[in-house]
């Protein structure tokens, strides 16, 4: 027999020092996604037929679920895989079973193979797209400033930003642009639109234009990516004025951002237009409002309160509503912290179906 302590090495490579609930947590997750993947594929079609039937007609439309996301190549190799396995099962043929084992192998390494290429690919692009958002809130008189996003894979959709740029007109200030985005979509598509996103608007506010001309501008360039506005994308832009706290704001087809006054009322954000991306001559309205020292500024995207539990419930605007009027007084990073938990606590198990993303702005002082 292997020794104890060979054993014991052996269980630490293989699961990387998780615990059994931890394996059994990431397993549930994973057989989740892969639910979710093929259930069209299989839910609702055999419905009407006995639980025996049913069950075999489910198991069957799932085998060419998965057969069909191979390339022709290896689906042929693993029908003869499969032939020769079941062939030797049979007739008692251990040979024809070896050989049809071997072969089922020899097609999840290659299945490996392409996971890991692309996981590879995968871990480049992440850390390409984090050069594109700030890994730190930036620091300055009268706002507290804090952020987090929360992938629903290696790479997100979601875009958030908060810099100085050149006043409009005659204000000798910097304007503090505050940004959070979401393209349709999640995984490579939206990441490259979201990165495009970015260096239009980074381009855009050097030219010194007033808020709604600057989205209208972003709009008319998204119509020109946007696959006649399949791939449209809904942005919170705003400016503030740290001296005075007035802020600008337009809401193109977001979720309406939440002002949190200091007593505990909400007002919520909603003036602006259509999502970037869908008509090339829509037209914008900026908002304006004040905030007083002590409020706080909530910008999130959709993943916020469509976030699902196990449940299959929502994490809703209600809870979110609730939230934030029973924060107390604090930093933007334990407002943002608080938030974060709360949807974390809420998903538990479930997993993330979308990217999260949260940008807090407390006013400081007047």
Excluded at 160 to 169: E, I
Aim: proline share 4%; net charge positive; with cysteine.
């Amino acid at each position: 027999m292997p020794p104890i302590a060979s054993v014991k090495g052996f269980w630490r490579r293989v699961t990387e020092g998780f615990t059994l609930q931890q394996l059994w947590d990431q397993f549930r997750r994973d057989a989740g996604t892969s639910y979710r993947l093929y259930r069209k594929d299989v839910e609702g079609k055999y419905e009407a037929r006995s639980r025996w039937r049913r069950w075999f007609g489910h198991a069957g439309a799932l085998f060419w679920a998965m057969l069909l996301k191979l390339s022709p190549a290896r689906r042929v190799f693993l029908l003869l895989a499969v032939v020769l396995l079941v062939s030797g099962l049979q007739g008692a043929r251990t040979g024809r079973g070896l050989i049809g084992a071997v072969a089922l192998l020899a097609l999840l390494g290659l299945e490996l193979a392409d996971r890991v290429a692309l996981k590879r690919d995968l871990e480049i692009a992440r850390e390409i797209q984090k050069w594109l958002v700030p890994q730190a809130p930036p620091r300055m008189a009268g706002v507290d400033i804090a952020f987090a996003t929360r992938p629903a894979n290696t790479v997100a959709g979601d875009y958030y930003d908060a810099f100085l740029c050149p006043a409009v007109g005659a204000t000798p200030a910097e304007r503090l642009l505050l940004v959070v985005a979401d393209v349709a979509g999640k995984g490579m598509p939206a990441a490259l639109l979201m990165a495009t996103f970015q260096s239009s608007l980074r381009t855009l506010v050097q030219e010194v234009i007033p808020l709604a001309e600057l989205v209208s501008r972003l709009n008319r360039y998204s119509c020109e990516h946007s696959l006649e506005g399949r791939r449209f994308t809904t942005a919170v832009l705003a400016e503030l004025d740290r001296a005075t706290g007035a802020l600008t704001y337009v809401n193109a087809g977001h979720n309406p951002p939440a002002l949190r006054r200091a007593d505990g009322t909400l007002e919520w954000l909603k003036a602006g237009g259509l999502p970037l991306g869908v008509q090339a001559g829509a037209g914008y309205e900026a908002g304006a409002v004040t905030l007083r020292q002590g409020d706080l500024l909530a910008i999130y995207t959709d993943g916020v309160p469509e976030a699902g539990n196990e449940a299959g419930e929502h994490y809703g605007e209600a809870r979110l509503t609730e939230l934030l009027r029973g924060m107390r007084e604090g930093s933007a990073a334990e407002a943002l912290s608080s938030l974060v938990s709360s949807v974390d606590s809420f998903i538990g198990n479930a997993g993330r179906q979308d990217d999260v993303t949260c940008l807090m702005v407390r006013r400081t002082s007047a």
